[in-house]
């Protein structure tokens, strides 16, 4: 069959055979987008990019709780008269088509009058006519084109996010300062004799002062307040030396000044301001639209049906639910608390809270517990415990989330400053008792000195651009980390542990065996369309894997749930199920997971599924077993146990059977033993474990939705270059140091100068700038000759 | 009065006047974004024109 794709998303769409417009689609969602592109003249789109866009989800229903105004007054930015303003989150925005598609919208939607997108974060601010299109009805609109926003109970109750833009202000302030200074003290560098610079230097002098002013006391003052911090709680951080220097500066530049010696060190002191946060500003790179915080809430609706008892379906907060209430879960619907089936048949998938990779069946009268995930219609239940008491978000109360790392994470700048600034006033000291027996009037000279050269700029800016640009890097490579603090933890580290489904295992994909006897065709051909009707995932998996047959009707066809399937077709009759259901009785009970056959009575066979593993899995771990303790832990029951013994290094640790608690337990004993621990994990049941490692990393097929709070996040399809992304952060901390010898070097020179009393604003003002810019390309250059060996 | 008087204040004011248009630049947002700007301003009248059997 020829190849085709997708013209709207993509998508391989050789068999679907749906074409329009002379193009072919994948599905009729994806021909509908067209439809309704093209019907608008929007069909520049596709233009832009090829295949840009994504398959419209069914969404029906799922967005009822938009009615309830409650819910969409706080989700709102502004609201007034008929003017509304909404930011959504969109994670589908990924290229220049989306940004003009979206920001086209009141050709689709005559109501809004504006659209913005912004594509660093994915959000895109729709303002529009609250009179005449409802919340409800816009984010309907969305969704059918692709664009499904993400709205959770965290956008709910964050409000208004308040955006700090101190850095950036304090950065113009500081260069702007320090270029005006650089200019006014040129003339006094030359050293021009004569009248002329006699009379004028006064003024120039005060204006540099005038200048310096709002630098030290606005643009440097997180330098102060961070010193003295650090004093407050006994830590000689690299900010003490660097108050230090700042305040000797000013201080002996004012007193220049003002007594008429000389023309002080303004230009050094704005400079170093100016540095100084160039680097700060490096470092915080963030990724906007990558979340590291979450908790369940962003798992969570906003929004639940909840039945009255005259049967009257409303729209509630999942905050507002009580114990009692009655609630309408839809298919694909979290349920957000725990309860009892009343009503309905369910499939849960408790995935995101067990790490048990296939879901569950419940009768009415069963307990469901909160994060299980509805596939199978509609269900009704009733309340057992409100949100903050459900099983899964208690996890949430343990005492992990609220320390803060970096609060207990100790920088290797930091420690390297504590010597430094001891050696540093040492050598004040020193020198100043040599000056005052030598000759007392130079004293003070050359303790100030002293201290203004030693001030640690180019030390505190080997961190920063080191890291920043290492983050940058890794960036690129799909390897996001939360900030620079994790490149030095992740250098540290000697203990990997591993989730299991869904971090070394693919997410959705399993290998399936067939064992028994050899179906006939006719039977294959049954087996597949009975398999058609059902929408078992197992059966959909199997399905896939079957060779094609005609479509057949067929006879007759049940299915019995949590059972299995059992289908006629002229004189053949088919079971599809459990070992029990077909009539097959053994000994030798699987842990895995396995669809058994028999046709006419006669058992034939079992398909039997394995868990797929990521490509390279085997060879990763070879390679980090010589350096590492490696560890798997599993939600799971060890039915993959021979599977991955066969597989992985015979020094792995492997667990299964370990609920959420037990893995962060696991990881804390590790810790008190002095392990460094770096886990690997993906769902929310491994959210206490990333939170009491020392680095969480989420593996994340998607890295714009669902990944839970942790301090990396790796795209799944890089997970077998996790061996090189933790050497690289070992060779920059090497880098670091290197630049850390190369300031001490720039440091002696300028000690040699102050020490003997030299230190004149021009040897300050060139020595000071020069470190910093040699650090800079330093790191710079060499961070990049290391992301060069990263594929 | 000397011309260097004269010259000075008339160097800061502009400046100042440029550090100000900065401020108000950031506290806009303008700096909130720093890729979208770049793709939206090679859009241009992409809108196919109304088709005339409508």
New interface residues.
């Given amino acids: 069959m020829e190849h085709k794709t997708c013209f709207h998303c993509g998508l391989d769409a050789s068999k679907s055979g749906i074409t329009f417009d002379e193009k072919s689609f994948c599905c009729n969602g994806c021909k509908t987008v067209y439809e309704i592109f093209s019907g608008n ?4 789109y596709y ?2 990019q090829a295949a840009p866009g994504a398959t419209p989800k069914e969404i029906e229903g799922k967005y009822d709780f938009l009615d309830n105004e409650k819910i969409t007054k706080k989700l709102f930015e502004f609201n007034d008269g008929d003017i509304r303003i909404v930011s959504l989150y969109i994670p589908h925005i990924h290229c ?1 088509s989306c ?2 598609i979206l ?2 919208l009141n ?1 689709l939607l005559p109501e809004v009058s504006s659209s913005l ?5 994915k959000t895109v601010r729709i303002t529009f006519n609250g009179d005449k299109l409802s919340l409800k009805d816009l984010v309907n609109l969305l969704s059918r084109i692709g664009y499904e926003p993400y709205i959770s109970l965290e956008n709910y109750e964050s409000g208004k996010k308040k ?1 700090d ?1 101190s850095i ?2 304090k950065l ?2 500081a260069g ?1 300062a320090f270029g ?1 200074v650089m200019f006014l003290s040129f003339p006094e560098y030359l050293q021009v004799e004569g009248i002329w610079l006699e009379k ?1 230097k006064h ?1 120039f002098r005060w ?1 540099m002062f005038t200048f310096s002013v709002p630098v030290v006391f606005y643009a440097a003052q997180d330098y102060f307040i961070s010193a003295y911090k650090g004093l407050r709680s006994k830590l000689l951080n690299i900010d003490v030396p660097i108050a230090l220097g700042i305040s000797v500066l000013f201080i002996r530049s004012t007193a220049e000044i003002v007594l008429d010696i000389g023309t002080g060190f303004f230009d050094s002191l704005t400079g170093l301001v100016f540095f100084l946060l160039l680097g700060k500003y490096f470092q915080q790179k963030t990724y906007a639209f990558l979340s590291f915080e979450r908790d369940y809430k962003s798992y969570f609706p906003i929004g639940v049906t909840k039945i009255a008892t005259d049967g009257k379906e409303s729209s509630i907060q999942v905050y507002d639910i009580q114990k009692g209430d009655r609630l309408l879960i839809r298919n694909e619907e979290l349920i957000p608390v725990d309860c009892i089936l009343m009503k309905g048949n369910a499939r849960i998938d408790y995935s995101f809270v067990t790490g048990e990779s296939e879901a569950v069946s419940k009768k009415s009268g069963d307990k469901l517990f909160a994060g299980g995930k509805q596939l199978n219609g509609i269900i009704e239940v009733e309340v057992l415990k409100s949100v903050e008491q459900s099983y899964l978000t208690q996890l949430w109360s343990n005492d992990v989330f609220k320390t803060n790392k970096e609060d207990v994470f100790k920088s290797l700048t930091n420690k390297i400053s504590k010597h430094f600034t001891i050696a540093v006033l040492l050598i004040a000291a020193l020198a100043t008792t040599f000056w005052l027996i030598y000759d007392s009037s130079k004293a003070l000279n050359v303790f100030t000195a002293v201290l203004i050269i030693a001030c640690p700029c180019a030390i505190a800016l080997s961190a920063p651009f080191t890291l920043g640009n290492i983050l940058r890097i890794l960036g690129k490579k799909k390897f996001y980390l939360k900030n620079a603090n994790v490149i030095e933890q992740l250098a540290k580290i000697n203990t990997i542990i591993f989730d299991k489904t869904g971090t070394i295992t693919a997410n959705k994909s399993s290998k399936i065996t067939y064992e028994g006897e050899q179906l006939s065709l006719e039977e294959e051909s049954l087996l597949k369309n009975t398999l058609r009707g059902s929408n078992h995932p197992l059966s959909r998996a199997l399905y896939d894997i079957l060779n094609e047959y005609k479509i057949v009707t067929l006879d007759n066809y049940k299915e019995h749930l949590g059972l299995g399937i059992e289908a006629s077709f002229q004189k053949r009759n088919i079971k599809v199920g459990s070992a029990p259901f077909v009539g097959y009785s053994s000994d030798l009970v699987t842990k895995n997971t396995a669809v058994h056959i028999s046709t006419n009575n006669n058992y034939k066979g079992k398909f039997t599924f394995y868990n797929d593993y990521r490509k390279g899995l085997s060879k990763l771990f070879k390679k980090l077993k010589k350096d590492y303790d490696l560890a798997v832990i599993s939600g799971d029951n060890d039915g993959e146990k021979d599977n991955l013994t066969k597989l992985l290094p015979t020094k792995t640790k492997l667990l299964f059977n370990q609920k959420p608690d037990d893995k962060l337990e696991y990881i804390k004993y590790h810790q008190s033993e002095g392990a460094k621990v770096l886990m690997v994990g993906d769902g929310l049941n491994d959210a206490g474990a990333l939170a009491q490692s020392d680095v969480g990393i989420a593996i994340s097929e998607n890295v714009n939705v669902f990944s839970p709070a942790c301090d990396a996040i790796l795209d799944a399809k890089k997970f077998n270059q996790l061996f090189s992304y933790i050497t690289i952060s070992k060779s920059a901390i090497k880098i670091i140091k290197w630049s850390f010898l190369l300031s001490f070097f720039y440091n002696v020179i300028g000690l040699y100068f102050a020490v003997t009393g030299q230190l004149s604003p021009v040897i300050a003002a060139i020595l000071m700038p020069l470190s910093s810019i040699s650090i800079v390309v330093f790191t710079t250059i060499t961070t990049n000759l290391l992301g060069r060996k990263l594929t | 009065m000397s011309v260097i008087y004269v010259l000075l204040a008339i160097s800061i004011a502009v400046a100042v006047v440029f550090f100000i248009a900065f401020i108000i630049a950031v506290k806009k947002g303008q700096y909130d974004d720093s890729y979208t700007h770049s793709v939206r301003m090679l859009f241009e009248d992409e809108i196919i024109k109304e088709k005339s059997k409508k």
Avoid at chain 1, 41 to 44: E, F, G, Q, T, V
Avoid at chain 1, 117 to 121: K, L, P, S
């Fill in positions: 003249d929007l069909s520049c233009d832009l220049s940004i003009w920001e086209n050709k997108v912004n594509f660093g974060e955006i833009r950036i202000y113009g302030l702007f005006y004028y003024i204006l």
